[in-house]
C-alpha cells in the first residue's frame, strides 16, 4: 500500500485561499486513482475531488464546483487540492485518498487496497 501525507492546512479567512498537497511514498501514484475528501465537526466523512489515472477525469462535490482544483503530479507522487474563495463551511479536516480505481477513489467508504493519509486541518474563520 501507498503512505499519504497531507500538508497545507491552516487558518484562512472567507473568500481566501489554500493549497493542500498530498506525498505519497511507498509506490508510485501512477496507475492509481486519487481523491480528496473531508470530516467536518459532528459530520460524517463526505467526499470533495477526484482524479483519474490520467487526470482526464475529474469529479468534484456539488459544494466545492468552482472553487476547488484537483491536480495530480505523479512524476513527484503528489496530489493536489487548490481551493479558492473558502467558505466558513469548508471548515473540516481534509483527507487524500488512493485507490486501484477511480470508482473507489471517490467513494469515501474503506476497503480492499484504499490507503488513507492521516488529514490535514482547514479553519476558515474571520
Known amino acids: 500500500q501507498v503512505q499519504l501525507v497531507e500538508s497545507g492546512g491552516g487558518l484562512v479567512q472567507p473568500g481566501g485561499s489554500l493549497r493542500l498537497s498530498c506525498a505519497a511514498s511507498g509506490r508510485s501514484t501512477r496507475n492509481l486513482s486519487l481523491g480528496w475528501f473531508r470530516r467536518a465537526p459532528g459530520k460524517e466523512r463526505e467526499f470533495v475531488a477526484g482524479i483519474s489515472t490520467s487526470g482526464q477525469v475529474k469529479n468534484y462535490a456539488d459544494s466545492v464546483k468552482g472553487r476547488f482544483t484537483i491536480s495530480r503530479d505523479d512524476a513527484n507522487n503528489t496530489v493536489v487540492l487548490q481551493m479558492n474563495s473558502l467558505k466558513f463551511e469548508d471548515t473540516a479536516d481534509y483527507y487524500c485518498?488512493?485507490?486501484?480505481?477511480?470508482?473507489?477513489?471517490?467513494?469515501?467508504?474503506?476497503?480492499?487496497?484504499?490507503?488513507w493519509g492521516k488529514g490535514v486541518l482547514v479553519t476558515v474563520s474571520a
Open positions: 485518498k488512493a485507490a486501484q480505481t477511480f470508482a473507489r477513489a471517490i467513494s469515501p467508504a474503506s476497503g480492499g487496497t484504499d490507503s
